[in-house]
């Protein structure tokens, strides 16, 4: 049976479709309407007596309900998960603290969902109660458990965890007024794919849902851990060494919905790699996620690095930031090992360096290095294109890495100022392949390109916003390049007699790869073609040496259940969509409207579908969260979309508005986690998200007053459903059957009412 696409995969599941769309097919109506919902065979004092007399269910990775009054639910201030990965096992530990907001004292049960083949290992309370326990019920009775309640409660938030395991405890109190910690131990084996270990903790994919959560997982493994990545969060991670590590929910993200994902890949004679993949169409086609790491390297054997700073002296640079920069020069500088090699050019009207070429550095070159940085004062204009012809040019340290970070705090004033001019002789004029990593000081920066050097160049862009200090932002990055582990990495299909296969895979994200450092991991999406298993060969100097691994998947194993691949492929593809919108600025066509050209139009059109079809917002489309805008206008839509891309991605060079544009881009270009609430920095440089879209499984869904509208259905001439299906109906339960065999009944757990595609009509769900 093949798997259905992300678009058409709510339209396959005909033969467990609803009794209700096979009545609208032989009615000649628009709108059939369903049996309103049966009122609940359970009643509330049933129900209390099934949970053992609790009147509040507590599910930790969603929130608590009440079965007398929503109002007086419990709240779930703090959940912390303490997880033990220790080779293929993982023990969990949840610590979730409750308040109790109401007067009087509340009986509460824990409804904890798991995944398949997990054991309680303990449960416990504080204070008073009855003999703590805790059991696991199996996916069939934890079913029977959920409609009990879904029938009762009316929620369709409960509908997100139907077809799970499910532990349950028994009843503790939580007192008028009070706190109450409940604990609960979870141990389950992980889930296996050729080198790469999987732990997913299930939690609640709605916005509305902002408990939060404190999540370490400490790792052991008898193999060499090569990488530790998560698709859903961002993540700090501490490798002791190559075998241990802690990992921690990132601070920005502890607030965050969604199943925390975490994937292991383990050591394979030092590179390895694995393959997520999500069908499309008929399962000869889809997207593909390649994870590859290396287990950290001893410094001996990592690619030594040819590092040079060229430092923007010019007069704007007054006021202390020129200080910072020479800070920030020799600590990058005293940070090298001895023996790589380093040096300083500085510029201003005209062009300094420290040295004809690169240095070694050893405790001379750092002491000469200190009195010439003392020497430099800020004065003169901005000679960009001339600093960076000096640091491209001198010659290169043979076997060395060749980094350059790049600052300036203005536009280029003398000699070439044109960006086109600019960005095209770094691109002819680099002989030796230096790595451009650009630092943009303040606001007043053509930001479109220092971001087209970086790219250009295996490098990255990074911003420092007014005030901030600019020692700090060079040390971060720094940081990121101890260690070269991969150096220049190739990634190409073979064909069954090793040859490359141009046509197997396509549309790689990023086109050119980035160099691998310690601690860090190669994310790449594409799209496949082709059932057959593939073979992917990624080559490039490890351990400076050039070497090339093949790694052969099965793509039979794609699945819908790896949604978060097309979702992060569609970021990036939309911040390369971008960029060569930006590069219409640049041109002299930037002043008039450059979507007369059909070339841009189409750019702009393509940009709009992705963002809509996936959710994901950006600066040129957050209009979609927008409750006035009318989604059934396709072409004030895409009018929308073209006019904020010319206002912004075109004509705004630099300034505030154009420095938010390049933080959003340099990461949205390398995504590698799905950020659910669409944050990004708007033009007065403060972060924004919304609430208003809603990505759940395979689909986005649009918030129009009480209404969630589907993304396949945005610009559609008519947002009138032909079938509307009340929630709690024998086709409602149907049509929940029919999700839960996909794992995709999330699809049904938004408050208010769902209108969604099915088999090609628009079905709506109404509570």
């Not at 949840?94 to 109790?100: A, H, I, K, P, W």
């Not at 938004?750 to 109404?766: I, Y």
Request: with cysteine; charged share 25%; proline share 6%.
């Amino acid at each position: 049976m093949s798997v259905p696409s992300a678009a058409r995969a709510s339209r396959t599941i005909v033969p467990l479709v609803l009794a209700c769309l096979v009545l609208a097919a032989t009615l000649p109506a628009q709108v059939v309407q369903t049996s309103p919902a049966p009122a609940p065979t359970v009643a509330l004092a049933d129900l209390a007596a099934h949970l053992g007399g609790a009147r509040q269910v507590v599910i930790p990775t969603s929130r608590a309900f009440a079965l007398d009054a929503p109002g007086d639910a419990l709240q779930v201030d703090l959940v912390e998960a303490r997880v033990r990965l220790v080779d293929g096992t993982a023990r969990t530990e949840f610590d979730v603290l409750l308040s109790n907001p109401t007067g009087v004292r509340q009986e509460a049960v824990v409804l904890l969902p798991v995944p398949a083949g997990s054991v309680v290992s303990a449960f416990d309370f504080a204070g008073a109660g009855a003999e703590p326990t805790a059991r696991l019920l199996p996916r069939e009775e934890a079913r029977r458990s959920y409609d009990e309640i879904v029938r009762t409660l009316r929620d369709p938030a409960l509908l997100e965890w139907v077809g799970w395991d499910l532990v349950r405890s028994s009843v503790f109190p939580v007192e008028p007024g009070g706190t109450q910690r409940v604990r609960l131990v979870t141990e389950h084996v992980l889930p296996v794919d050729g080198n790469r270990l999987d732990y997913v903790l299930p939690r609640s994919e709605s916005l509305e849902r902002r408990t939060p959560w404190r999540i370490v997982v400490d790792v052991t493994s008898s193999r060499d851990l090569a990488s530790l990545w998560s698709p859903s969060h961002a993540l700090d991670v501490r490798r002791p060494d190559a075998r241990h590590a802690r990992v921690e929910l990132a601070a920005s993200d502890r607030d965050l919905p969604g199943a925390f994902r975490l994937s292991l890949l383990l050591a394979d004679g030092g590179l390895a790699a694995s393959l997520f993949a999500y069908p499309d169409g008929a399962g000869d086609e889809g997207w593909f996620l390649l994870l590859a790491g290396a287990p950290p390297l001893p410094d001996a054997r990592t690619t030594p690095r040819e590092v040079t700073l060229v430092l923007d002296r010019s007069g704007s640079m007054a006021g202390g930031k020129l200080d910072q920069a020479k800070a920030a020069a020799l600590s990058v500088v005293e940070g090298l090992r001895d023996g790589e090699s380093f040096n300083v050019i500085d510029y201003a009207t005209s062009v300094s360096r420290f040295a004809e070429r690169p240095v070694p550095k050893d405790a001379a070159s750092v002491a000469a290095l200190r009195t010439y940085l003392a020497t430099l004062l800020p004065q003169g204009g901005t000679n960009l294109h001339d600093a960076l012809f000096a640091a491209l040019r001198q010659p290169a340290t043979p076997d060395a890495l060749p980094l350059v970070l790049f600052l300036t705090d203005g536009l280029p004033t003398v000699g070439e100022t044109s960006e086109d001019g600019i960005r095209r002789a770094v691109r002819e004029g680099n002989p030796h392949a230096r790595r451009v990593f650009a630092f943009g000081v303040g606001a007043d920066v053509n930001v479109p390109l220092l971001d087209g050097l970086a790219d250009d160049t295996r490098a990255a862009a990074s911003y420092v916003r007014p005030g901030e200090d600019v020692e700090l932002a060079v040390a971060q990055v720094a940081r990121r390049l101890r260690g070269p582990v991969l150096t220049a990495p190739t990634l190409v299909a073979l064909d069954d007699a090793g040859a490359v296969d141009t046509r197997r895979v396509h549309d790689v994200l990023p086109g050119v790869l980035p160099d691998l450092f310690d601690g860090d991991q190669l994310v790449v999406l594409g799209r496949w073609r082709g059932a057959r298993p593939v073979t992917l060969r990624l080559a490039g100097g490890y351990a400076g040496v050039p070497t090339e691994r093949t790694f052969r998947f099965d793509l039979s194993r794609a699945s819908t259940a790896n949604a978060f691949v097309p979702r992060l492929w569609a970021s990036r593809r939309i911040a390369v969509l971008v960029d060569a919108v930006r590069r219409a600025g640049a041109g002299p066509g930037a002043q008039v409207d450059p979507f007369r050209d059909p070339r841009l139009s189409e750019l702009a059109d393509e940009i709009l579908a992705l963002s809509t079809r996936w959710g994901i917002l950006t600066e040129y489309t957050s209009f979609l969260a927008t409750e006035g805008t009318d989604l059934a206008a396709g072409a004030m839509l895409a009018a929308n979309c073209r006019e904020a891309l010319d206002l912004r991605a075109v004509k705004q060079r630099s300034g505030e508005g154009a420095l938010a544009q390049g933080l959003n881009w340099n990461r949205q270009k390398l995504a590698a986690q799905v950020d659910v609430s669409n944050r990004y920095v708007n033009e007065a440089l403060e972060v924004e998200s919304s609430d208003s879209v809603q990505q759940l499984c395979d689909k986005a869904f649009y918030r129009r007053g009480a209404r969630w509208i589907d993304a396949d259905l945005v610009g559609d001439d008519a947002l009138r459903p032909d079938t509307v299906v009340a929630f709690g109906s024998a086709e409602h339960r149907a049509l929940v059957d029919a999700l839960v065999a996909e794992r995709r009944q999330a699809l049904l757990s938004l408050s208010g009412e769902t209108l969604f595609l099915l088999d090609g009509r628009r079905v709506l769900v109404t509570p």
